[in-house]
């Protein structure tokens, strides 16, 4: 798979081509596959103007923005100082009133006043010129879906003047104007030359009202926005009312040859049809008949009331208008709207009608016959019925009634849509969506031309042109200013401007008029290794850019081969390589002579890699075999002390810096090291892409540290932890008695009305170190840890409690029967409930829980 980049985001086609009238007409865009490179209506970045129109309260001039994914952005108009955030909701529309002095544009001058509207996220972008009865509307044309040439279609104004408006997008760019009919002093067929600057607007006007500046010609060297239409117009020019036209032309380079068009609905008289030629001897056909035979910037134009197949041998721009409301007198206006050419058909739209102000909304569908039957309005298939068949074409067409709202239309095969309205004096018209693939390139007998202007530290810097500058070099060398200005301009075989080819002219003998079309696409080829592309995609239409193929791995080499396209296709190739951005061989390496080393200390020696071969600034990857010694090496490059073990660490060799330090440290705990023994490792990549490996040897002599010095601080932790050990245990192991075990107490047998004493809470029942918690009871009914006195001796022993004689006194205990036996001399487990007494029967006491 190749990789291409296109002027414009390889992405899905929108099918939004749309004009607005009032608060909102909108097209929510629709998303299909087209080829990259094929522009459409979606993008990031636009530059359009408003032009002059009625002031006729209700008017505004308002921007609507719809977004598929969400979009950010900003819209500017740099003379007014009108800078304004707008945001888009992902599948969101929003709006911006601007202000209205943004279409005061001077006459057959340059005004300041275009409109830039930049984006974070794909967006579709419709202005509205709106004023009472007559307003226009068109959709904004993103800069990637821009040409340099254009020829526009007008019309006779009634009451204003036939007018052009000319965008610059980029600063400095060159346009000449052609035009096809009187302007101020200009007589037709004169050139006007200035230049633009980005988001200047030059406006042209018609020297009167019967003026139409229809075929006009628009030359640039860079791609420029053309809006047309006239400030209010009568179609035809005998009837009224008149209104306001405004479209965005497409360039030359997506004209098409076939077109199909279904009458209006509810007018009674057709419509009017115009078709304007760019090449010479453009035969055109209506429904099979030969209508005209038209030569550059030359129209045709009839009322028709049929379904038309129109087709030309050569590109031609289609325009269908609906006819004022004085010619039928049916409820209308007029309106202008482009016919997409059936090469530009999509297969799939969203839509929608205005809310308010048209009463009749109607969308006209042309589709191949075979695939009306797959074909669904909002889910619902189409009554196969009200399709007419287009002449003896293969199209079918049908007008079907809407209400307002949003809709979705989609087939099986590609199809056109228009979509209109009317009301009173007034009507909206707009095509439904088309691409704006470079279908026609016109004629561009010259290749591009590439060249590497630069190469070093990984990287090689291209310069592509499409121009006069035939070897890239920025400058005009002998022979290559064809047209004799001193400037850096498009090839162009119509050297003197009359837009014809003279004698001499047609260098290649095609029979058309050659330009350069500039720069949309380079790609490189399958087989590139090791590089990546760094910088912006050409502009569509771009005479000159630069880009940079930049190694991925700085430590191979890369190569690819190149190929730039203009926008008529033709080629040009190149085979660019990189060497490593730097490289070195290793040679043979002096000994590090580090001498003998004590434990606890360090020494550091400066080390300087011999190369045999060295570029620019190599990457060396250092590693040592000194391991397991107790010694650690380590290594500054300039930026800090770097431990090196057995994993290889990077290290840039910068000579400017001067010699690498090194430094070993030693422990307090190093084995023997004998001189010879261990090595610095080194490795790099050479010229040719091959691992260089060199060792360093290492000169040292480490004394090893007697084992028993390395293992007393060991020895002496042990220790301590087997003592802390002992006296923790000597409070741990310790046995408490339970928190609610007493002795009850009394001086006669039946003890329930003696006194219960708790164990825990009497002095000196608590734990020692090593020594379980014990209590005596006395004979003078006491109990504490006291002996004197004591009769018995109570134990806690883990869970139990032992009892035991003490002071050679003689203790009984009652039995199950009742019976009283002597207490043993040695320790015993006391149960509770047992009731013992003393020799003289003076103290009777049990054990229980309180």
């Known amino acids: 798979m190749s990789i291409w980049l296109a002027s414009g985001n390889c992405r899905l086609n929108s099918v939004m081509r749309t004009r607005l009238w009032l608060v909102i007409i909108v097209m929510l865009p629709t998303f299909l596959p087209a080829p990259c490179g094929a522009m459409d209506s979606v993008g990031r970045e636009f530059f359009f103007a408003f032009q002059s129109n009625y002031f006729q309260p209700p008017q505004y001039l308002r921007l609507y923005v719809a977004s598929q994914n969400g979009a950010l952005g900003r819209v500017r108009i740099a003379h007014l100082g009108f800078d304004r955030t707008i945001q888009v909701a992902p599948g969101g529309l929003s709006q911006l009133d601007l202000p209205l002095t943004v279409r005061d544009l001077a006459d057959n001058g340059i005004s300041k006043l275009g409109v830039e509207v930049r984006l974070d996220g794909d967006a579709t972008v419709y202005g509205i010129n709106r004023a009472n009865n007559t307003t226009d509307a068109f959709l904004a044309l993103p800069t990637d879906a821009l040409g340099r040439h254009y020829r526009v279609l007008t019309y006779r104004s009634a009451s204003g003047k036939s007018q052009v408006a000319v965008v610059g997008t980029v600063d400095g760019t060159k346009v000449r104007i052609r035009t096809s ?73 997506t004209w098409g040859k076939r077109f199909v068009t279904m009458p209006l609905a509810t007018r009674k008289k057709g419509d009017l049809i115009r078709v304007l030629a760019d090449r010479p001897d453009s035969h055109i056909r209506f429904n099979g008949e030969q209508v005209a035979v038209l030569q550059p910037g030359e129209v045709y134009e009839s009322i028709r009331v049929q379904p038309l197949l129109i087709e030309s041998d050569q590109p031609v721009l289609v325009s269908q208008y609906s006819l004022g409301t004085q010619y039928d007198h049916v409820v209308s206006d007029p309106f202008m709207v482009i016919v997409p050419p059936t090469e530009q058909f999509l297969d799939n739209y969203v839509f929608a009608t205005p809310e308010t102000g048209f009463h009749a909304n109607f969308v006209t569908i042309v589709a191949l016959s075979q695939s009306i039957a797959t074909t669904r309005l909002d889910g619902q298939r189409l009554d196969r019925d009200t399709f007419r068949i287009i002449g003896e074409s293969e199209f079918s067409g049908a007008a079907i009634a809407l209400d307002a709202g949003i809709h979705r239309l989609e087939a099986e095969e590609p199809f056109g849509i228009t979509l209109y309205g009317f009301d009173q004096t007034d009507s909206y018209g707009y095509p439904g969506g088309m691409a704006f693939a470079r279908i026609n390139p016109i004629g561009d007998g010259w290749p591009p031309s590439i060249v590497q202007v630069q190469v070093g530290d990984g990287r090689a810097i291209l310069r592509m042109t499409d121009s006069e500058d035939t070897n890239a070099d920025g400058q005009l060398g002998e022979g290559e200013d064809l ?194 023994q261990f090595h610095l490792l080194l490795e790099t990549r050479a010229e040719d892409g091959s691992i260089s490996r060199a060792q360093v040897p290492l000169n040292l002599h480490l004394e090893p540290t007697p084992l028993w010095r390395c293992l007393l601080p060991f020895l002496v932790l042990a220790a301590l932890v087997l003592a802390l050990a002992f006296i923790l245990y000597g409070f741990i192991r310790p046995s408490r008695f339970p928190t609610r075990l007493g002795v009850m107490m009394a001086n006669e047998e039946d003890i329930e009305d003696g006194f219960f004493l708790l164990l825990r809470a009497q ?5 020692g170190f090593y020594r379980d918690a014990r209590v005596y009871v006395r004979e003078d009914y006491r109990v504490c840890g006291n002996p004197r006195g004591a009769i018995v001796r109570l134990r806690a022993d883990h869970g139990r409690i032992l009892i035991q004689p003490v002071g050679g006194t003689s203790v009984t205990w009652q039995n199950a029967e009742g019976d009283w036996e002597p207490l043993p001399d040695h320790e015993i487990g006391a149960a509770l409930g047992n009731l013992y007494r003393n020799q003289r029967e003076t103290v009777f006491f049990s054990l229980r829980n309180r």
């Open 181 to 253: 009919a009187p302007v101020r002093s200009l007589t037709p067929g004169q050139q006007i030359m200035l230049t633009l600057d980005a988001g200047d607007v030059y406006s042209l006007v018609g020297a009167t009202t019967t003026v139409d500046l229809t075929g006009t010609l628009i030359e640039a060297d860079a791609p420029v926005a053309v809006m047309a239409g006239a400030k209010c117009a009568n179609v035809p020019a005998s009837h009224g009312a008149c209104d306001h036209l405004a479209e965005m032309m497409p360039p030359l380079s």
């Open 483 to 676: 047209d004799g200005d001193g400037h850096i301009g498009p090839r162009n075989e119509d050297r003197n401007g009359n837009a014809r080819l003279d004698p001499g002219e047609d260098r290649n003998q095609d029979g058309i008029i050659d330009r350069d079309t500039g720069l949309v696409a380079f790609r490189l080829s399958d087989d590139v290794e090791n590089l990546r592309i760094e910088g912006e995609q050409p502009p569509n239409g771009a005479s000159s850019h630069l880009i940079a193929l930049v190694l991925i791995d700085p430590d191979q080499p890369g190569k690819a081969h190149v190929m730039v396209e203009d926008a008529s296709g033709n080629q040009a190739q190149l085979d660019v390589q990189i060497k490593a951005s730097a490289s070195a061989r290793l040679g043979e390496q002096r000994a590090l002579i580090l001498g003998d080393l004590p434990e606890n200390s360090q020494r550091i020696i400066d080390l300087a890699p011999n190369f045999t071969q060295r570029d620019g600034r190599p990457r060396v990857q250092v590693s040592t075999d000194l391991n397991g010694t107790g010694a650690r090496l380590e290594l500054d490059h300039g930026d800090g002390w770097q431990r090196i073990d057995n994993a290889p660490t990077t290290v840039v060799y910068d000579p400017d810096r001067g010699p690498w330090a090194v430094r070993l440290r030693t422990g307090r705990c190093i084995n023997a090291v004998e001189q010879g």
């Open 763 to 767: 002095k000196g029942a608590s734990i």
